[in-house]
């Protein structure tokens, strides 16, 4: 955007959300616009909300849009239903949707692993109403070991976030600590060490948590980084977040992973959303 400044773009490795950014086109269709855009990598929520175990047609196809473009997948989320919408992920979530959690645990390892992709987002689940947050939350231990061993077969990460409480009032992970805390309890559950932090700095900003501090204490154990504005969750530049600074913090703090595009363009073409960002910082390196 106009007078934002990008001292530190050559530092990191930008990745871009296709199911956020790119909306605008048909799924097989983002990679290649991506990879048009200046982009070599992306990443993704589950592509389909609402089947963890879609036909392998669809898994193939998906696969080959990205392999065509081409571009790197360098995270996946696993099955969390409905986003964007109501729903904030399945794994603690009694019944059907942790069972749904479970089909899907070995079907987005094995299409991160055809891909390269080292990262797999586990996102918690809301609270429900009348169901103990302990039984929620034991629950939940058990799915996230059960996608922590699922990772590390693939010599994946297994990421942990924390939502925003504004947008998401039942997500139980609303602060940094609450996140990290969970990473903790899953690898000292498997003994493994594959669960880390996805620290998304937009979330993170709504909740009022004092950012310098988060990248000070958790550098170090973050997995990925998503950035958006705030408030808004558009582009860099179009709020009020010190995003270049932050970057900045992030690197001189260790972190050299990637750093997800994960913000809504607004009312124009995804393509024009980038002019933030000079187009020779754009691919991975």
Same mark, same amino acid.
């Given at each position: 955007? $106009? #007078?934002?400044?990008?001292?530190?773009?050559?530092?990191?490795?930008?990745?871009?959300?296709?199911?956020?950014?790119?909306?605008?086109?048909?799924?097989?269709?983002?990679?290649? *616009?991506? *990879?048009?855009?200046?982009?070599?990598?992306?990443?993704?929520?589950?592509?389909?909300? #609402?089947?963890?175990?879609?036909? %392998? $047609?669809?898994?193939? @196809?998906?696969?080959?849009?990205?392999?065509?473009?081409?571009?790197?997948?360098?995270?996946?989320?696993?099955?969390?239903? %409905?986003?964007?919408?109501?729903?904030?992920?399945?794994?603690?979530?009694?019944?059907?949707?942790?069972?749904?959690?479970?089909?899907? &645990?070995?079907?987005?390892? #094995?299409?991160?692993?055809?891909? +390269?992709? @080292?990262?797999?987002? *586990?996102?918690?689940?809301?609270?429900?109403?009348?169901?103990?947050?302990?039984?929620?939350?034991?629950?939940?231990?058990?799915?996230?070991?059960?996608?922590?061993?699922?990772?590390?077969? &693939? +010599?994946?990460?297994?990421? &942990? =976030?924390?939502?925003?409480?504004? =947008?998401?009032?039942?997500?139980?992970?609303?602060?940094?600590? $609450? @996140?990290?805390?969970?990473?903790?309890?899953?690898?000292?559950?498997?003994?493994?060490?594959?669960? %880390?932090?996805?620290?998304?700095?937009?979330?993170?900003?709504?909740?009022?948590?004092?950012?310098?501090?988060?990248?000070?204490?958790?550098?170090?154990?973050?997995?990925?980084?998503?950035?958006?504005?705030?408030?808004?969750?558009?582009?860099?530049?179009?709020?009020?977040?010190?995003?270049?600074?932050?970057?900045?913090?992030?690197?001189?703090? +260790?972190?050299?992973?990637?750093?997800?595009? =994960?913000?809504?363009?607004?009312? %124009?073409?995804?393509?024009?959303?980038?002019?933030?960002?000079?187009?020779?910082?754009?691919?991975?390196?």
């Amino acid at each position: 955007m $106009s #007078g934002f400044a990008w001292a530190t773009a050559a530092d990191h490795r930008f990745t871009v959300n296709l199911s956020i950014l790119f909306t605008e086109l048909p799924l097989p269709e983002r990679p290649a *616009a991506a *990879a048009a855009a200046g982009f070599s990598a992306v990443e993704l929520w589950w592509p389909w909300p #609402g089947s963890p175990t879609p036909p %392998r $047609s669809e898994l193939d @196809a998906l696969r080959k849009a990205i392999e065509d473009a081409p571009v790197r997948l360098t995270g996946l989320n696993f099955y969390a239903g %409905r986003l964007p919408g109501p729903d904030r992920g399945a794994l603690s979530v009694p019944g059907e949707e942790s069972e749904r959690f479970r089909a899907n &645990i070995d079907v987005a390892a #094995g299409f991160a692993q055809s891909l +390269g992709c @080292a990262a797999l987002n *586990a996102l918690y689940g809301n609270r429900v109403e009348g169901v103990d947050p302990a039984e929620q939350d034991a629950l939940a231990l058990e799915n996230l070991m059960l996608a922590a061993r699922a990772a590390d077969r &693939i +010599g994946a990460t297994l990421l &942990i =976030e924390a939502l925003n409480r504004t =947008e998401s009032p039942h997500y139980p992970l609303v602060s940094a600590p $609450s @996140a990290v805390g969970v990473a903790d309890s899953v690898n000292e559950a498997t003994g493994l060490g594959n669960a %880390r932090f996805l620290m998304d700095l937009y979330h993170l900003s709504v909740n009022g948590e004092d950012l310098p501090q988060v990248i000070e204490r958790y550098a170090a154990r973050t997995g990925h980084v998503q950035i958006a504005d705030d408030p808004g969750r558009g582009a860099p530049g179009t709020g009020a977040l010190p995003l270049a600074d932050l970057l900045g913090r992030l690197r001189d703090a +260790g972190y050299d992973g990637p750093v997800g595009l =994960e913000y809504k363009p607004g009312d %124009r073409p995804s393509a024009e959303s980038f002019d933030w960002l000079p187009r020779e910082a754009r691919a991975a390196h």
